[in-house]
């Protein structure tokens, strides 16, 4: 079980307010906890155990929001600390589950191992616990519940673990300890997160790849995007529609797709078929992009590496002139050179980094830019051997040099802090020969 909070600001990391601000430490809870449920999925590899995430200060569509779907979310409920945990191992009984191991979110340090030796651990002993270096626990796990370790305790305090060892004892049970490690609660502490974040527990061989595909009044294309990935892969297909009028989504579920809806915006809807992905991967798919046939093979690849957080594929247009050649030239290049992919080019990225900052944010343009930009704060962008090939359509249909144009001031804009929907309509104006809306046309986003 692991305990957690709805990361809402003002309410989570309080102590670390005054460093990171309000906003800021419900960033950290959040990320820290899309950490923590990393490593423990990793364990599960292992261990044939159950995975329930228990939370407080929200409702389940929050933790949804925040982490995805997971096997089982489950409300704390009322009550201290302590009565909620044993609330929880009691709950545990009542289904037959024979150890029960609990963990927070505030120890970036528990790993795989660390879970796997509790576990071990309950084999022969009572009870074990995972001490903090502040005088708490970081993980207690136990073979049947035991009120007494709960009741009377000032959560908080420094004499939790020497108290909580003391009742077990008297208590008569065995007791393992695991090794000491630190939380992160207070502003000297963000140094062992800084440390922590970057460790990464490693892919799987076969990690499932979720393909998130944003569409608006795409009937006319959908069809064979989906007929060709089914035709690469089994990986699921999750079509975040934004209000089609066309009949886009109806296609879409007919060919087997999972289909979600949000309010119109590249941003949202990839931000909702997030929620719903099961993948350990997230592949983000314009509709009028076609992956090449290893591109399974490809991203597995590239995040072998726990330093690599994402990536994109090379750029390509469906277009036979000379001018589209030297225009994917210049697109790979930056896109090699500076780390810096843009949407069209497929982006993917592990899913508990893509979870742990929150997803896209959602602005009216340059939503995969501001992406990219904040992913190379937490670890390599690479770009894959392979290309995506797009369609040339919003060159042909609002001519070349002007979507070159457009493209780099957009970029500019951006960058000296314009406001996205006023970018947006601003881009939309200067492309206005495009008879295509901003969605399908890809008329309100920078591509390159």
């Known amino acids: 079980m692991l305990f957690t909070r709805v990361p809402r600001a003002g309410m989570v990391k309080t102590r670390l307010i005054p460093v990171l601000g309000a906003a800021g430490a419900a960033g950290l809870q959040r990320e820290m906890t899309a950490h923590a449920l990393a490593w423990t999925r990793t364990s599960l590899r292992i261990v044939p155990a159950e995975l329930e995430i228990r939370f407080t200060g929200g409702t389940e569509d929050d933790m949804r929001r925040c982490l995805g779907p997971a096997e089982s979310y489950t409300p704390q409920g009322e009550g201290d600390l302590g009565a909620r945990m044993s609330r929880a191992f009691e709950a545990a009984e009542r289904e037959g589950i024979t150890r029960t191991v609990v963990i927070g979110s505030d120890c970036p340090g528990l790993d795989a191992n660390g879970l796997l030796t509790a576990f071990e651990r309950l084999n ?17 796990g136990l073979r049947s519940p035991e009120p007494r370790l ?3 305790i000032t959560w908080g305090e420094t004499s939790v673990f020497e108290e909580t060892l003391v009742r077990a004892r008297a208590a008569g049970l065995r007791v393992a ?32 790849i979720a393909v998130i595909v944003p569409t608006l009044d795409e009937a006319g294309r959908i069809g064979s995007l989906l007929e060709h990935l089914s035709a690469l892969s089994t990986a699921q297909v999750i079509v975040a529609d934004g209000g089609s009028r066309d009949g886009t989504a109806r296609r879409a579920r007919e060919l087997g797709a999972k289909v979600v809806t949000s309010d119109a915006g590249r941003a949202q809807q990839m931000n909702a078929g997030a929620v719903e992905a099961q993948g350990d991967i997230l592949l983000f798919l ?7 046939d290893t591109f399974e093979k490809d991203i597995r690849s590239a995040l072998q590496d726990p330093n690599v957080v994402g990536g994109a594929f090379r750029f390509a247009l469906d277009a036979a002139e000379r001018r589209f050649r030297v225009l994917e030239k210049l697109v790979n290049w930056r896109s090699s ?9 497929a982006l993917f990225v592990r899913a508990d980094v893509f979870r742990g900052l929150g997803g896209y944010p959602e602005l009216a343009v340059m939503e995969d830019f501001e992406l990219v930009r904040r992913l190379k704060r937490r670890g390599r962008i690479v770009t894959a051997g392979t290309a995506a090939r797009t369609s040339a359509r919003l060159w042909r249909s609002s001519g070349f040099l002007r979507v070159m144009l457009v493209n780099q001031l957009t970029v500019l804009a951006h960058l000296a ?18 008879p295509l809306p901003p969605q399908t046309g890809q008329s309100a986003k920078p591509t390159h």
């Open 150 to 152: 709960f009741e009377g």
């Open 286 to 292: 314009h509709a009028d992009t076609l992956l090449p």
């Open 177 to 208: 300890l695991l090794d000491p490690l630190r939380d992160v609660d207070e502003p000297a502490d963000l140094a062992v997160w800084r440390e922590q974040r970057g460790r990464r527990p490693p892919l799987a061989d076969d990690a499932i």
């Open 337 to 345: 050179r500076f780390a810096l992919p843009y949407g069209d080019q």
């Open 124 to 140: 022969d002993h009572d009870l074990v616990l995972g001490p903090a270096r502040d005088g708490g626990y970081y993980l207690i």
């Open 417 to 434: 802090g314009m406001r996205s929907d006023r970018l947006a309509r601003w881009r939309r104006k200067l492309l206005a020969r495009s």
